[in-house]
């Protein structure tokens, strides 16, 4: 009786873990997050939506290779690419950015909101040394940031998935305070910025560093793309 009654109970522990593993996989796409379009089946999912990445930059410096990651990612693999955005010159009466140009994050629906991402961005520190050693420099083979440039890392919280089928992406937004935010963005009918472009000088800025969390080259040691041969 009792080895009956152990039984039945190790059996329904044993079926509640299959379900709970079972209820995990299918809310995070096999128990790990991807958010990258490499692989052809994630355009086929109904349970995943292609969708865009943009951003807009409220610094004093060009921001280059953005990738949204998992929190836990170390690497590349699992990234999603986003818009970049050139700093706004001062004469000008809107941000430069904007949402993306380009479907390019990979988001599932199955996932649960809110939901941090981590994101990676590349920074001009120095404009002319980044153009004076430009020629020389392949990031797939220098361990070393490019010279005048930083790599920053950030994180973000998204607090609701995208609407299905409908226009519509991630927008991150840069501050020159080193933050970066995001989240979907679901406004059509005006610009979604978070700053005023006209008290733009008064907004706070970091200083004595590149960034809040500066990263290595992530870049280095991966196989390089066939058009950079």
Same mark, same amino acid.
């Given at each position: 009786?009792?080895?009956?009654?152990?039984?039945?109970?190790?059996?329904?522990?044993?079926?509640?873990?299959?379900?709970?593993?079972?209820?995990?996989?299918?809310?995070?796409?096999?128990?790990?997050?991807?958010?990258?379009?490499?692989?052809?089946?994630?355009?086929?999912?109904?349970?995943?939506?292609?969708?865009?990445?943009?951003?807009?930059?409220?610094?004093?410096?060009?921001?280059?290779?953005?990738?949204?990651?998992? =929190?836990?990612?170390?690497?590349?693999?699992?990234?999603?690419?986003?818009?970049?955005?050139?700093?706004?010159?001062?004469?000008?009466?809107?941000?430069?950015?904007?949402?993306?140009?380009?479907?390019?994050?990979?988001?599932?629906?199955?996932?649960?909101?809110?939901?941090? +991402?981590?994101?990676?961005?590349?920074?001009?520190?120095?404009?002319?040394? +980044?153009?004076?050693?430009?020629?020389?420099?392949?990031?797939?083979?220098?361990?070393?940031?490019?010279?005048?440039?930083?790599?920053?890392?950030?994180?973000?919280?998204?607090?609701?998935?995208?609407?299905?089928?409908?226009?519509?992406?991630?927008?991150?937004?840069?501050? =020159?305070?080193?933050?970066?935010?995001?989240? +979907?963005?679901?406004?059509?009918?005006?610009?979604?910025?978070?700053?005023?472009?006209?008290?733009?000088?008064?907004? =706070?800025?970091?200083?004595?560093?590149?960034?809040?969390?500066?990263?290595?080259?992530?870049?280095?040691?991966?196989?390089?793309?066939?058009?950079?041969?």
């Amino acid at each position: 009786m009792k080895l009956t009654t152990r039984f039945t109970c190790f059996t329904l522990l044993t079926l509640l873990a299959l379900v709970t593993s079972a209820c995990s996989r299918g809310s995070t796409d096999g128990g790990k997050l991807s958010f990258g379009t490499s692989s052809d089946s994630k355009w086929d999912d109904p349970n995943i939506d292609i969708i865009t990445a943009g951003s807009y930059n409220y610094t004093d410096y060009d921001i280059y290779d953005v990738f949204l990651l998992p =929190p836990d990612a170390k690497s590349l693999d699992d990234a999603a690419s986003a818009d970049g955005a050139s700093a706004t010159p001062q004469s000008y009466t809107q941000w430069e950015g904007g949402p993306g140009r380009r479907p390019s994050l990979a988001w599932d629906f199955r996932w649960k909101t809110p939901m941090k +991402m981590k994101v990676w961005w590349q920074r001009v520190v120095d404009e002319k040394l +980044m153009y004076a050693s430009g020629k020389n420099y392949d990031p797939y083979t220098h361990r070393e940031t490019e010279p005048g440039m930083a790599w920053c890392e950030g994180e973000i919280t998204v607090t609701q998935p995208p609407i299905k089928d409908k226009s519509g992406g991630l927008l991150l937004h840069f501050f =020159p305070d080193g933050r970066v935010e995001g989240d +979907m963005n679901l406004v059509t009918e005006r610009d979604p910025v978070k700053a005023d472009i006209t008290k733009r000088n008064a907004l =706070p800025k970091l200083t004595g560093r590149p960034c809040l969390k500066e990263i290595p080259n992530p870049y280095y040691g991966r196989k390089k793309p066939v058009q950079w041969n």
